[in-house]
């Protein structure tokens, strides 16, 4: 990619579902070569969760575009060496097993380290590469759980509820994991020495819930679902329904805005009542409800317009992808017959593009061997013992 701020730098990824691919998926986008490693089975897993009528996901192709594949069995001495060969040239390395795996492939950091003194290697997993629970197996709702994120998520009197975004899985294994590479990365160019980036999924979760561990600090509580100003405890920073059962997202909860919105709803009277709490906040909440739910989402999405308050639309994710603002922004785009969503972040003197599709198993693996110096006939070889 032209301008792209990580080319040449080269990543090896053994990982396979959402974490480490969406990792990955970051540094390929920024222009990074990212090869993706699979085995002979079944590879990425990822390719057969709600696949088409092609046999691939959605979530596949989305997670693993710009990237290149190569299959490869690491657990015979050849497909090791292979590995070795490349992780000698590569700059990062990114895996997701559980702590000892990669070892005992003797692939891991201290074996790849000696032999690349300027290597990221980057292992991410549900609890880090120590502690009690290192060995635990985990998933997304486990690591919000245990971090005391998951117990403030829900309503007032309700269970804890389920998110729908992998708060885990996405804030933890991915945009921690490029924060860590990105940064060792950085010190590797100075000091050509590489680092071990341990990320533990439940620690960078715990280590962003902060509003609760503020409260804890400070009156010795943690507030009760649902009670928090911030999960609905103000009545100015709440989700009010209206008449068609659709929603709104309000959240005038500086003095300025409050003021504004209870001037555009002719309702000076509530001014006083800003950042209520308590009983008052409760009645001060049904009010406003009363108010939302005399019109349609329409009505209030063109009512709001023009009334900068902090009052949008709860909109699905169809709705999401046709808002102007997003299309304006450049955020959705359409390759490899899909809808997807372009990075989040915009870099000048860099246009984004999808200059490749996810790749099939093993599609580009005569391509990256022959870059690393083996011979087609080296490369025949390999793929008659099944290494590739």
Known sequence: MSGAPLRG??????????????ATLHLADLGADVVKIEDHGAGDYARLLGAGP???SAFYRSV???????????????GREVFLRLAAAADVVVESFRPGVSDRLRIGYQDLQALNPRLVYCAITGYGQSGPLAMAAGHDLNYIGLAGVLDQIGVDGGPPAIPNLQIGDLLGGAMSAVMGILAAL????????????DVAMSEAVLAHNLFPMFAWQSTGAVPARGADALTGGDPGYRVYGT?????????????????VFCDALARPDWKASHAARGAAARALA????????AHEQAYWVDFFAAIDCCVTPVLDVAEALQHPHFRARGMVLRADGLTQYAPPVKLSGWVFAVERAAPERGEHSD???????WSAAEISGL??????
Do not use: C, H
């Open 9 to 22: 730098v080269r990543v090896l990824d053994l990982t396979r579902l959402l974490p480490g691919p969406v």
């Open 54 to 56: 092609d046999g691939v």
């Open 64 to 78: 693993n575009r710009n990237k290149r594949g190569l299959r490869l069995d690491l657990k015979r001495p050849q």
């Open 186 to 197: 950085f010190d590797a160019q100075r000091s050509g020495q590489g680092r071990l980036v």
């Open 243 to 259: 008449a068609d059962r659709r929603y709104m997202a309000v959240a005038p909860l500086e003095k300025k805005f409050w003021d």
């Open 286 to 293: 049904d009010e406003i409800a009363s108010v939302f739910s």
């Open 367 to 373: 391509e990256i061997l022959l870059e690393a110096g």
């Open 383 to 388: 793929r008659a013992a099944a290494i590739i």
